[in-house]
């Protein structure tokens, strides 16, 4: 139904398995990722798309408004996958102005810019925009229950905030204007190719160094953790068959602490990197966690009722944690053995 499609974010750590994921799928389409290329982008991935001619790479800001209104006129998109995002929690209170200018202000102009020009062609309301959105919209969560799409908001950091925000943007535009809008909120992702600053490959990192591994607080705060290529299956059958109008929770039905998580990442690693462990002159891994001072406003619990998303669509998570974190732990310790050396310097992602 879609055949030209503007990706924002698409060098991201969720944004490369998606377009990997989709360009397989759907040969046909013309995809477009617009990515400023920060810090966090995986350049390798996107030039190699870019040479096979299956995506086209415009770097460039979301906030850039004739930019992005130079591609609509050029492509005529039908529609929109907006991945791009800030997304480090800490870097959020640390610069919480980054935050608000891309994804508040950067939603604003990819919003109205494609209203605009859709609004000018037939079939206004075939279009749709798919905002990729977070679980920490709605805050902290107690006891046993689960989000669901109809949980109020109530953020709690400058980065959910701004999620938040950006949110409800989308829900306006598809009330005030007609716009055919998804929202997708997703619980923690993993995978190979996440950003070394996440938690997961922050464990593996420091592990891999011996250093010691950080933990905020005690330990206990709980996340639900969905392999990334789930999530990128779910965006995607959210995107062709959600509901105009409609707000959808994607999870993995994984619910650990971040010291478990720790713990099993230490264990993998205890069996995988054994002369490591041995050099270092440690009985184990896991030997190296450390409780340091919590973050700021630190969530305690996320989890999110998928059921919705996969009664309408027939979604649901394939990959069991243990199995999904042993494929990520493998492929974050052949990037550091490719790089031949495991000293203080060693980033385990290029």
């Known amino acids: 139904m879609y055949e030209n499609i503007l990706v924002t974010g698409g060098a991201g750590f969720i944004g490369v398995h998606f ?29 190699s798309w870019s040479r096979k001619r299956r995506c086209v790479l415009v770097q460039g800001d979301i906030n850039d408004r004739p930019l992005v209104e130079r591609l609509f ?5 039908d529609a929109v996958i907006h991945l791009a995002a800030e997304s480090h929690v800490d870097r959020s209170i640390r610069s919480p102005d980054v935050f608000v200018d891309t994804n508040v202000r950067g939603t604003f102009t990819l919003l109205d810019v494609a209203k605009n020009h859709w609004s000018r062609s037939k079939g206004f309301k075939d279009k749709r925009f798919h905002h ?3 679980d920490e919209v709605y805050g902290s969560l107690e006891g046993t229950g689960k ?14 905030a701004s999620k938040a925000a950006s949110d409800l943007l989308v829900a306006s535009y598809a009330k005030t204007y007609g716009m055919n809008t998804v929202i997708t909120h997703c619980s923690n992702n993993y995978g190979p190719k996440q950003h070394p600053e996440k938690l997961i490959p922050t464990i593996i990192r420091k592990a891999l160094r011996a250093e010691r591994i950080p933990i905020y607080g005690d330990g206990q705060n709980r996340r639900d953790w969905i392999y990334v290529l789930d999530h990128c299956k779910g965006i995607d059958m959210a995107f062709h068959c959600g509901r105009a109008g409609e707000a959808y929770n ?21 069996e995988r990197c054994r002369e490591i462990r041995q050099s270092a002159g440690l009985s184990s891994f896991r030997r190296l966690i450390s409780f340091v001072k919590d973050r700021e406003g630190h969530d305690r619990r996320y989890a999110v009722d998928i059921s919705k998303l996969k009664r309408e ?32 310097n060693t980033r385990v992602q290029k």
């Not at 989000?147 to 959910?160: A, G, I, K, L, W």
Request: hydrophobic share 30%.
């Open 73 to 77: 006129d050029q492509y005529d998109f």
């Open 313 to 344: 669509t027939g979604w649901q998570p394939e990959t069991p944690f243990t199995v999904g974190l042993r494929m990520t732990v493998e492929w974050y310790v052949n990037e550091v053995e490719q790089a031949g050396n495991f000293d203080r």
């Open 19 to 47: 377009i990997d994921f989709f360009i397989k799928k759907y040969p046909g389409c013309k995809l477009v990722n617009l990515d400023k290329l920060t810090y966090a982008s995986n350049k390798q991935e996107t030039t």
């Open 250 to 270: 994607i999870g993995g039905n994984n619910e650990w602490t971040n010291v478990q998580v720790a713990e099993h990442i230490c264990r993998l690693l205890d």
């Open 147 to 160: 989000f669901t799409e109809h949980s109020p908001y109530n953020p709690s950091s400058p980065y959910s």
């Open 132 to 134: 990729v959105s977070t």
